[in-house]
């Protein structure tokens, strides 16, 4: 994709490298729950460190008041890191590089970049001060780059730019469904059909098979004229009709609703005006284990029940269980179902896990993004 890699850069030694990071965890209680987008930097951040190259850390949270201390401390763990809360305090960059001198040197780690406007605004003057604190830019956050914001597509044109370890592996991955390995499955599921439809349009002429499951499917039953009684879904005509049309098109031939009576086991035409469908039933479980042990690619977004909700988790993770004993090469991304897979243990039976959510749903639609694009500039 002509996007200049990390090793490409000569010598390191002694620059000031502005790290974009997508730390963007879900914190609890002062400390972070999930750190799986941390570890998935960590390589990166070894490879500057190892090259000598003195490591600024930008990133941000989607809650602009909350502070990024948390996951500092938890960087701290694998690396020496010094916090910075404010960007614009020119004497607490000098001290955490004074640290250094006396002793080991610290990463140095800047606090949530939504704390300033200029961040979301993408204002330059504010992609200027971010340029003035560093001598090279590395974008290593994929998942944050279909954002136009300052640190992803202004600050790159104001530093030699490069994309990180991380990014570099996501387009790979993410890119193979572009010139997929056959039979290639793709998986659709969770519940934000206005994002998700558009890809399944896009890769439906790369796709052998787009099995279509989770919240989405209701929007099908719903275009189809069943009654879908309480379950959530979205009018979306469009996408809906194009894909309704292709032949490569399943859909849940049994879905599992929850009515007053209990959780039962229905066809799609026999859902009732009390039920609410949360998961794809066993007869739509079975279709899909044959899939992906036929498949050579298997492409997944997106949980296919309500797993958060107890009896509705068993699907998604027969899926899993299925796509680990498979011998496709597989990528999953969103956070749900990486999630999951977490929860399980299973993080390292699987060809790629991808960061992304939004980000990886765009570069299969769009087939680049802004941060992508910043960096060829």
């Given at each position: ?67 990024l201390h948390p996951v500092a401390r938890r960087l701290n763990e694998e690396f020496p890191t010094y ?52 001598d090279v830019y590395v974008n290593d956050a994929f998942s944050a780059s279909h954002r136009k914001h300052a640190s992803v597509v202004l600050l790159p044109t104001l530093l ?218």
């Open positions: 994709m002509n996007i200049p890699p990390l090793k490409d850069i000569s010598d390191l030694k002694g620059k000031r490298v502005l790290l974009r990071a997508d730390f963007n965890l879900p914190i609890v209680g002062g400390e972070v729950r999930d750190d799986f987008r941390l570890k998935k930097a960590l390589p990166t951040i070894a490879f500057l460190q190892e090259k000598g190259a003195e490591i600024i850390i930008l990133s941000h949270h989607s809650d602009a008041a909350q502070t916090f910075v809360e404010d960007i614009y305090n020119e004497n607490e960059f000098a001290k955490a590089r004074d640290i250094g001198k006396r002793g080991t040197k610290h990463i140095i780690f800047c606090e949530n970049l939504r704390k300033w406007p200029g961040e979301k605004g993408n204002d330059p003057a504010f992609a200027g001060h971010l340029a003035s604190l560093g030699p730019s490069y994309a990180g370890m991380l990014f570099e592996a996501e387009v790979e991955a993410l890119s193979r469904a572009f010139t997929p390995e056959h039979p290639f499955l793709f998986i659709l599921g969770g519940a934000k059909t206005s994002t998700k439809l558009p890809v399944a349009v896009k890769l439906l002429s790369t796709a052998d098979s787009v099995f279509i499951g989770g919240a989405l499917a209701n929007t099908f039953f719903k275009k189809m004229g069943y009654e879908i009684g309480r379950s959530v879904y979205e009018d979306m005509d469009k996408e809906v009709a194009l894909l309704l049309e292709s032949k490569k098109l399943t859909l849940p031939v049994d879905v599992l609703v929850d009515n007053e009576d209990g959780i039962f086991a229905k066809k799609p035409d026999e859902v009732l005006l009390g039920d609410k469908i949360l998961d794809a039933g066993p007869e739509a479980v079975k279709f899909l284990e044959e899939e992906i042990r036929k498949a050579a690619f298997v492409l997944w977004n997106g949980p296919l029940g309500a797993y958060e909700e107890k009896g509705f988790a068993h699907t998604t993770e027969v899926l899993i269980q299925a796509i680990t004993k498979s011998k496709a090469y597989s990528v999953v991304g969103g956070g749900d179902t990486i999630a999951v897979i977490s929860s399980m243990g299973l993080e390292d039976k699987f060809g790629f896990l991808s960061t992304a959510g939004g980000a990886m749903l765009v570069f299969l639609s769009e087939g680049t993004l802004p941060g992508i694009e910043a960096l060829k500039k």
